[in-house]
């Protein structure tokens, strides 16, 4: 059977989750990052309810006169989170990467929530 790297993501994103986990008081945010566009959300895992959640294709991120999910797009992302946690008061959260390689669009995203004062 062929391995592909999407089967590999997701076995490392399995292997992560075992770890990983967010609750009431600090919520896990993952990030998912396809070709075109870059979303995360704000997870209580207890629950399972979304807290927050922003991506490239969200209405906030194109009144920016943005496109897509480049690095500047990824910056806007994470600055966009980190403002709605602010809302619902969420100060520190768990990173999940989901499988991801922490490089170039993930990095940008999580430097530019870090910026705007999520602390993780």
Request: charged share 30%; hydrophobic share 40%; aromatic share 6%.
């Amino acid at each position: 059977m062929k391995k592909t790297s999407e089967a590999a993501r997701q076995k490392r994103h399995a292997r992560i989750r075992r770890r990983v986990s967010g609750g009431p008081e600090r919520p896990r945010m993952c990030i998912f990052r396809s070709d075109r566009h870059i979303y995360v959300q704000i997870v209580d895992d207890t629950t399972g309810k979304v807290l927050a959640s922003a991506s490239s294709l969200s209405k906030e991120f194109k009144e920016q006169g943005l496109k897509g999910a480049g690095l500047a797009g990824a910056k806007a992302v994470g600055a966009l989170i980190a403002q709605k946690a602010g809302e619902q008061s969420i100060a520190q959260v768990v990173f999940d990467r989901c499988g991801f390689i922490y490089h170039g669009r993930v990095k940008a995203l999580a430097d530019a929530a870090r910026e705007k004062g999520l602390k993780f």
